[in-house]
């Protein structure tokens, strides 16, 4: 007990010792940071000399309390200032004369105009909720180490992506882009989880976004360390699933007073493999009647992506910036396909087994110029972009098909076949946005975006005849495609009441694109142009109830044009009883939409509700066709229309201090008319699908952290049948080591091997059914170490964020 105390006297002399050398430091500046109520960490705090503005004195970062210390400062006349990321620019004069000076408590206000801020969660880490929708910080998102932005966007709340990868919001396929550009890399699988920062979801959108977003936008924010000094970080990871899978990422950042500089590499490998059942009865075909398919896929996959980046800031007002970002991607595809068809006897007619291997290999490269300038009035501001970014795609396939009898054995001599698929895609953006106020509480916003993409494509397919490949001209082609987008838009936002007591927000925006577009096949196939103007307005008024709750209605017209991959033509033939192409004759789908949203916030809880209803006429919807040989080709058909309605809600909860969770629940109906269909009377006219996901994060012990996230995507409706349920469930840990500047991670994806998709198409003339299962279930442990920074926290979580 004695020792006990000693120890205690001991301790709380030490801390008076500690405090008494903090505030009397000789030729110092010291306070403390907060927002009014708990101290803020990781602020910048800045001391220029008023004569030159461009040159810091002294530099310093809060600390966990909230205090900072300027040391080493001459008496002088100084500018003050402390910058924080969702927070305004806090700036005061200081007249120092010497010896030690306190500040006291300065507290920094919340910036509206940058976050619109609702929050969702109480850690604002998680979610923000803007006006347009919500930004996920992928900080939070520690279960998918190792992954790419598709398994990043699966735990993402209202996102809803199917075992295949294609992702939808309220049903639909939503606009991607990344840094909030159309960009080339439309495969989700390019782009590593770790280079992510945060991604946002605006299901909102107003004219100042494009009009090509029938559902919303996704964009994927790539990360860009702005720290000051010299900082980096270093991940390593390895794992395995049916195969073994590691990646790697590394990154190093520069910044002075007018430069920053970035570097950052990252790179994933994996095996997977998949395994393919399918089942079809033709009801009006007699010997290919019953048709039974196995396919088994091994996969071998690689990702390499290396940014750079540069900013020049001559002074306070103007900044340059370039970015840079190159991507390297392979697959190699080892499938086996095995094909029995009985007659309507159920007698067996022929099979086959059929092995190919594909080596597919992708190049991707972006280039970006930004400048930023900014005003004595932070309301205004001006902001122009030139981006390009190139895709290349080759993909080889050797195939080779073996007839066999009932009893298996080999009919004859291997037919050989060779296809390739060759794209090259070029996207550019011309952007210029600029915002104004017209009086105290009115603004315009106006600009102008040009979009110019560039495809090329050639698929050829070879048979092998006299011991030579013969091109076949009936399956080989070449499609050339030029599309050109010419935007401007105007928006007008006001609100009543004060500035910080905003009660009524408004506003109303209109968005004209000319658009012209065309495409063509070497040999005349196919040869279609389009060329239309079109206005797309919007609106929405906002009623804050109180400075927590708050109700908003809204309207937009949007527009859904055919992406690249519904246009193509070419029908692959890989599996000759599952063809699938394009449709170059595509129309785009006009939509109309009404929402009606609700936020309220309590200390621990908060909740986001949205009502919404979509009226589109020429609704694209892949479309199944039985050929006469039996096979059935899939092919993208404007169907005709489709209303849908639903509502999506997001519940944040943080009951304990150790424990948060967001829960989130999409559901809609679709009621669809075929009228574009003559003929047809076997397609589904009503469906009704829900999604949801729980995310749970606990804090176990100090510096630990534990996620575990549920999915569930109920049966969803297609025009001729419905997808398969799907479900899962991941989980994450972390923990620091040492002093904090290391963390080992702990990942389990599909930890109960659920993930599964899969289709049943019941029509008047076939039924089929289909399942697909990938090895999602796998296994990852990742190490992450900082060095030479003072942000440790904020570059380790979640691999170097740098939110």
């Known amino acids: 007990m004695e020792k006990w105390k000693q120890n205690l006297v001991a301790a709380i002399l030490l801390f008076a010792f500690s405090q008494n050398s903090f505030s009397q430091k000789k030729n110092s500046i010291n306070g403390t940071v907060s927002d009014g109520k708990t101290p803020i960490e990781f602020v910048d705090v800045v001391l220029k000399p008023v004569s030159d503005t461009t040159k810091t004195i002294a530099y310093a970062v809060t600390d966990a309390t909230g205090k900072f210390i300027l040391e080493n400062i001459n008496p002088s006349d100084y500018i003050l200032k402390l910058r924080l990321i969702g927070f305004k620019t806090f700036t005061q004069k200081v007249k120092y004369s010497g010896n030690s000076i306190s500040l006291g408590n300065i507290t920094l206000q919340e910036d509206a105009n940058l976050l619109n801020t609702v929050v969702v969660n109480s850690q604002k880490k998680q979610i923000q909720k803007t006006a347009e929708g919500f930004v996920f910080n992928t900080v939070s998102n ?70 090509n977003a029938e559902s919303g936008i996704i964009n994927i924010k790539l990360k860009k360390n702005n720290l000051n000094g010299l900082n980096g970080s270093a991940v390593l990871g390895a794992g395995f699933g049916a195969k073994g899978r590691m990646n790697s990422s590394v990154l190093l950042n520069n910044k002075t007073d007018k430069w920053n500089l970035g570097i950052a590499y990252d790179n994933r490998f994996a095996g997977r493999t998949k395994s393919i059942k399918g089942e079809r009865t033709n009801y009006f075909i007699d010997d290919e009647h019953f048709i039974n398919q196995k396919r088994h896929d091994q996969r071998t996959e690689g990702l390499q992506n290396l940014k750079f980046n540069v900013d020049f800031s001559p002074n306070e007002k103007n900044t340059f910036s370039f970015e840079a970002l190159g991507n390297l991607e392979n697959k190699d595809n080892d499938e086996t396909l095995k094909t029995d068809i009985f007659n309507n006897s159920n007698q067996f007619f022929s099979g086959n087994q059929r092995h190919s291997m594909e080596i597919q290999k992708a190049k991707a490269a972006e280039m970006a110029f930004n400048y930023d300038r900014k005003f004595a009035d932070d309301r205004k501001s001006l902001n122009a972009s030139i981006t390009t970014s190139f895709n290349f795609g080759r993909e080889n396939t050797d195939i080779d098909t073996n007839q066999y009898d009932e009893n298996e054995t080999v009919i004859g001599d291997p037919f050989l076949q060779r296809t390739h698929n060759y794209s090259k895609e070029n996207i550019s953006n011309a952007i210029l946005n600029y915002a104004f106020p017209i009086s105290e509480k009115s603004m315009i916003e106006t600009g102008y975006k040009g979009t110019f993409r560039f495809f090329n494509s050639d698929f050829q397919s070879a048979d ?22 010419n935007a401007l838009y105007g928006l007008w936002n006001s609100y009543s009441g004060s500035k910080e007591n905003q009660k009524w927000k408004y506003n109303i925006g209109l968005r004209a694109e000319q658009v012209s577009n065309n495409g063509k096949t070497e040999n005349g196939s196919d040869n279609f142009s389009n060329n239309y103007l079109k206005l797309f307005p919007s609106a929405s008024i906002q009623l804050n109830l109180q400075s927590d709750e708050s109700v908003k209605l809204g309207y937009s017209k949007r527009i859904n044009r055919p992406d690249l991959d519904d246009l193509n033509p070419f029908v692959d033939i890989t599996d000759a009883l599952n063809p699938h192409g394009g449709n170059p004759y595509l129309k785009p789908e006009i939509i109309h939409i009404a929402e009606l949203s609700y936020n309220k916030d309590w200390d621990k809880y908060s909740l986001s509700g949205n009502a919404f209803y979509r009226n589109a006429n020429n609704t694209i919807r892949q479309y199944s066709i039985l050929q006469e040989n039996g096979a059935v080709l899939l092919q993208p058909q404007n169907i005709g229309s489709m209303i849908t309605y639903g509502l999506e809600t997001i519940f944040t909860l943080k009951p304990i201090s150790f424990y948060d969770a967001n829960i989130s629940l999409t559901a809609f109906q679709q009621n669809i008319d075929v009228g574009n269909l003559e003929g047809v009377e076997d397609v589904t006219n009503n469906a009704f699908s829900w999604y949801g996901k729980i995310i749970n994060n606990f804090l176990p012990w100090k510096g630990g952290k534990l996620q575990i996230i549920g999915n569930y995507n109920s049966a969803v409706a297609t025009p001729q049948g419905k997808r398969i349920p799907i479900y899962n469930i991941d989980m994450g840990f972390q923990q620091k080591l040492g002093k904090g500047n290391a963390r080992l991670g702990l990942v389990v994806t599909d930890m109960f091997n659920t993930l599964e998709s899969g289709y049943k198409n019941n029509t008047l003339l076939f039924r089929n059914y289909r399942t697909s299962k990938s090895d999602t279930r796998a296994l990852m442990v990742t190490f992450a170490y900082t060095f030479r920074s003072d942000f440790k926290e904020k570059l380790l979580e979640n691999q170097f964020s740098t939110e």
């Not at 790419?148 to 939503?174: E, F, H, Q, W, Y």
């Not at 092998?464 to 987008?485: A, C, G, H, K, R």
């Open 142 to 211: 520690i279960s998918q180490s190792g992954g790419t932005a598709i398994d990043m966007l699966k735990n993402i709340p209202t996102v809803a992506v199917d075992a295949d990868d294609a992702i939808s919001l309220r049903g639909k396929t939503p606009l991607i882009l990344i840094n909030g550009k159309n960009s080339a890399i439309t495969d989700m699988n390019q782009i590593p989880a770790s280079s992510i920062e945060s991604i946002e979801i605006i299901t909102s959108p107003t004219a100042k976004y494009d009009a």
């Open 464 to 485: 092998f005849i006299n011991n030579e490949y013969v091109v076949n001209p009936l399956t080989s082609n070449i499609f050339d495609f030029n599309e050109q987008i």
